[in-house]
């Protein structure tokens, strides 16, 4: 036996990792970069365009009107990983949304066993349209095409023409209009830390203990203060009162905390379990998961599954914002998150994205909207510029995946 | 000489009506490199399609290692050690190197992926194939070569603790370095004791790897060969038919 050496990415000093950072990036793997990018330019753009852009109750606006589209563009990363699609996801959360409204106040059924119902009815939504996809063969495009055009029908039937109910429970409005106390945001990013210090921690022990190299110890602190230091500039400026009238409005929304943890669980289930790694493997060559064994029509069946519940969730949201159901809930949104999907770096042909693609990508495709809106250009001019910035993100894409693909003709 | 690794008797295989395996005997040697040569359609794929259960056998006696075995089905063939590397090799190109070699085998602690103990083993068994080509075991599969691809394949089946492996075609589509390359490391895996069943259609990479040369006939095992006592003219004697090992033409 010889003693080649083979590396494994983590050797060398932290000028060696930075260097085979740009290497990767210029090789193709840009993950969300571009759309980083696309986020600062955004951002400078706007505050220099519009007074408002860059004020204490806008910033927090921001994110509460991203959390929607973010929770949904989460859901949609497990099927796009596949190369599949769901274009019924929104008007799943409006039916989701339907079913709650009806079950809580038409038949007075307790509001958490409501939001139960809610959830159920998405899973075995994800179910269906997921044997359709895996177990028949019919294309995700189609399936879930019929079931967009189908679910429309059934919100109708729900809810009745033009049909509006208001949501009620101030427990669920809550989460998209309150806050939380000030010392709860800190708590929240002293957690946060935290939990990415343990398992940075843990990683590397197993690493060590395999006798494996291990990136400089230092990154991990530079990554987590560089965490601790943006999270506490934004918990600061949330927790002073952005209110324009009287009444003090201060403290971290509810919703973020919420969207963390879903953050938190998918980019969890995505990295670090076989069903993620399956989920991957699926997505980049169906037929190598076969032959390695994997269930295909099982993973397959199963991110329709999580797919379509997550997007009840967002649904939850949407009718938490605007404290109403109605019965067109859910058309529009469903384009908007495969957009920020694949504006966060979410591969359309399966096999390449995170959990925080889809999270830069909603804050992207959001500060569009935000912004434009601010300056006051016509509602029309949105759709333009968020269309280009889709069209521009699934070049980025298609592109990257040439070259990245390209090297096995080199020889 | 030794207890063959694999030792196939009488074997056969129909398709309705077509017999496209006509009673052959074929055996293969741990630690030798025995490659099956033969025109298209003389049955090599369905030979190898038997070995690795995916389309068992109709009939004939198949000994692992002196002992009498069945494969009925994929599951049984690799329980043995046999593992065959497909010419399209079944890799995901968006996974990593390490990834790929463990697909369908990852080793878990208390539920969650163990990378570590995944890397180390990875590299371990691409060292024992003195492999140098590759930069990082953690590079994704698009960005490697054809035959880089070929040693994560062949790396896995390392791993994977094979007795016996089969390659199909592992040089077709190769460059002139790289196949040099694969040809190396086919010829190390047989040194690392592994019995390897090469099925190729490029004679001179046969020539330059082989130990024992088996050719295929129109469903007929028409010669065993050891690579030394043989050359290039008669194996395509055999391979066309137009020679038989009784030495009359037909």
């Known amino acids: ?12 000093t932290i000028r060696d990792q930075v260097k085979a950072y740009f290497q990767r990036v210029r090789s193709g793997e840009m993950g969300a970069l571009p759309a980083v990018s696309a986020l600062i330019l955004l951002a400078i753009l706007f505050s220099s365009l519009s007074p408002f852009f860059l004020t204490k109750l806008n910033f927090a606006n921001l994110f509460v009107q991203s959390a929607e589209l973010a929770v949904l563009a989460c859901a949609l990363v497990f099927v796009l990983l596949l190369g599949e699609i769901d274009l019924a996801a929104g008007v799943t959360a409006g039916v989701g949304m339907a079913l709650f409204v009806v079950l809580n106040q038409k038949m007075g059924l307790d509001p958490l066993l409501s ?27 189609v399936v879930t095409l019929g079931f967009f055009l189908g679910f429309q029908g059934l919100q109708l039937i729900m809810l009745g023409d033009g049909g509006i109910y208001r949501v009620d429970i101030p427990a669920i409005q809550a989460i998209m209009n309150s806050n939380m106390p000030e010392w709860a945001g800190w708590v929240l990013l002293v957690v946060m830390v935290g939990v990415s210090l343990l398992i940075g921690l843990w ?34 400026i949330l927790n002073q009162n952005r209110s324009v009238s009287i009444k003090a409005i201060a403290g971290v929304p509810i919703v973020i905390p919420i969207v963390i943890v879903i953050v938190f669980i998918g980019t969890f289930v995505l990295d670090r379990t076989l069903f993620g790694r399956y989920l991957y493997a699926v997505g980049g060559n169906p037929e190598a998961g076969r032959r390695a064994g994997i269930d295909v029509a099982k993973i397959r069946i199963a991110a329709f599954m999580i797919c379509s519940t997550l997007a009840v969730v967002s649904g939850l949201l949407h009718a938490s914002r605007i404290g109403s159901v109605e019965s067109t809930a859910g058309r529009t949104i469903v384009l908007n998150g495969v957009a920020a999907a694949v504006v966060g770096g979410v591969s359309l042909f399966g096999g390449r994205g995170r959990m925080m693609n889809a999270i830069v990508g909603a804050l992207v495709i959001s500060i569009i909207d935000n912004g434009l809106g601010l300056i006051g250009l016509p509602a029309g001019i949105n759709f333009l510029v968020t269309g280009g910035v889709l069209v ?20 | 000489m030794d207890t063959p690794l694999i030792e196939l008797t009488g074997i056969k295989k129909s398709f309705g009506p077509v017999d496209v395996l006509k009673g052959i005997d074929f055996t293969a040697y741990a630690g030798k490199v025995t490659a099956l040569v033969g025109d298209n359609g003389a049955g090599k794929s369905t030979l190898i399609k038997g ?5 068992p056998f109709d009939d004939g006696v198949v000994r692992f290692d002196g002992q009498e075995v069945h494969l009925a089905n994929p599951k049984q063939a690799s329980n043995l050690g046999i593992e065959v590397v497909y010419q399209d090799l079944a890799l995901c190109e968006n996974l990593d190197i390490v990834q790929n070699m463990f697909l369908g085998r990852e080793e878990t602690t208390t539920g969650t992926l163990n990378e570590a103990a995944m890397e180390f083993a990875a590299t371990k068994a691409l060292q024992s194939l003195s492999v140098r080509t590759v930069k990082s075991v953690r590079q994704k599969v698009s960005s490697l070569s054809g035959g880089q691809r070929q040693t994560v394949a062949i790396g896995r089946t390392v791993l994977r603790n094979a007795k016996l492996v089969i390659l199909d075609e592992p040089t077709a589509a190769l460059g002139v370095a790289q196949t040099e390359q694969v040809l190396n490391l086919v010829r190390r895996l047989a040194d690392n004791g592994i019995g390897v069943i090469i099925i190729s259609h490029n004679l001179a990479d046969v020539f330059q790897v082989a130990d024992y040369i088996s050719v295929l006939y129109l469903g007929g095992m028409v010669a065993s060969l050891a690579t030394a006592d043989t050359n290039y003219n008669d194996v395509v004697g055999y391979i066309t038919g137009t020679k038989s090992l009784e030495g009359a033409a037909s």
Do not use: C, Y
């Open chain 1, 115 to 141: 939001v139960i119902a809610a959830l159920a009815f998405g899973s075995l939504t994800g179910w269906i349209i997921g044997l359709f996809v895996a177990r028949i063969r019919v294309p995700s495009f």
């Open chain 1, 392 to 411: 521009g993100a699934a070049t980025i894409d298609a592109l990257s995946r040439k070259r990245s693909g390209g090297s096995i003709l080199r020889t």
């Open chain 1, 1 to 12: 036996m010889s003693n080649t050496s083979l590396a494994t990415g983590h050797e060398g």
């Open chain 1, 203 to 236: 990683d590397r022990s197993r690493r060590t203990k395999a006798g494996l190299a291990t990136r400089p110890i230092a990154m991990l602190f530079i990554r987590l203060a560089f965490m601790a230091v943006l999270g506490g500039i934004a918990i600061a």
């Open chain 2, 51 to 55: 070995l690795s259960g995916v389309q």
